[in-house]
């Protein structure tokens, strides 16, 4: 059970180029979330997902796209990359139930727009 | 909209002490739920302790436990015996019926030897 996982841990990327995080749980659970975490601040929600086939914006989801056609993966697409979407992004996975019941994180990726 | 403050940008504290965080949250649900994440340098997010509004006792988790005052809303966390793996970046958060959470800025917390 490894979770939920992240690929790439790190990437530099140039102004105006595109890349696809990735996100995958094998918890089975219904919802997925990303987050960027800048420095000195707590994590701000980019997007996040109810169910396959269900994504909604989160409170910064400008310059980013997502789908859900799997319970399991929950990709996170950056298009036109700006130094301004350079920070840590993190994926978590929650099962039903209420809010009540935690958040699991994969370990982040550390995107740098140069 | 929801908020969560955490007025306390550092702390320190020295082994086998106690240590008290601070965090506020507006809010204008009546059913919500608070959270305390650890993020030590490994970057790692992890859970420490939860408290549901509803229930009026205090969340205890080993050394950690919280003092909720729902009237103040305020959810403090506070650490007791302060060991060296607790030095991390401690994030407060509050979730609703949205299955959402919204995050507090952190506390960055050092334990010294």
């Known amino acids: 059970n490894a979770g939920v996982t992240q690929t790439p841990k790190f990437r530099i990327l140039k102004i105006g180029q595109s890349m696809t995080l990735q996100c995958t749980q094998d918890?089975?659970?219904?919802?997925m979330y990303w987050y960027r975490q800048d420095p000195g601040m707590g994590l701000k929600l980019i997007y996040y997902?109810?169910?396959?086939?269900?994504?909604d914006k989160g409170e910064v989801p400008n310059g980013y796209n997502v789908s859900r056609s799997t319970t399991e993966d929950f990709p996170l697409r950056l298009e036109l990359a700006a130094p301004s979407q350079t920070s840590v992004y993190f994926c978590?996975?929650?099962?039903?139930?209420?809010?009540?019941?935690?958040?699991?994180f994969g370990p982040g990726t550390r995107l740098t727009v140069l | 909209a929801q908020t969560v403050t955490q007025s306390q940008p550092e702390m320190s504290v020295q082994e086998a002490e106690t240590v008290t965080l601070s965090c506020t949250y507006d809010?204008?649900?009546?059913?919500?739920?608070l959270f305390w994440y650890k993020q030590p340098p490994s970057r790692q997010m992890i859970l420490v302790i939860r408290?549901?509004?509803?229930?009026?006792q205090n969340a205890t988790e080993n050394r950690f436990s919280v003092n909720f005052q729902k009237a103040a809303k305020s959810f403090s966390l506070k650490i007791s015996d302060s060991q060296l793996g607790d030095t991390a970046m401690y994030f407060c958060?509050?979730?609703?019926?949205?299955?959402?959470?919204?995050f507090g800025k952190g506390t960055k917390l050092t334990v010294n030897p």
């Open positions: 978590a996975s929650k099962g039903a139930g209420g809010s009540y019941n935690e958040q699991f």
């Open positions: 918890m089975n659970h219904n919802y």
């Open positions: 997902s109810v169910g396959a086939g269900i994504t």
């Open positions: 809010t204008s649900e009546n059913n919500y739920y």
């Open positions: 408290q549901e509004a509803y229930k009026q």
């Open positions: 958060a509050l979730g609703g019926g949205s299955e959402k959470l919204v």
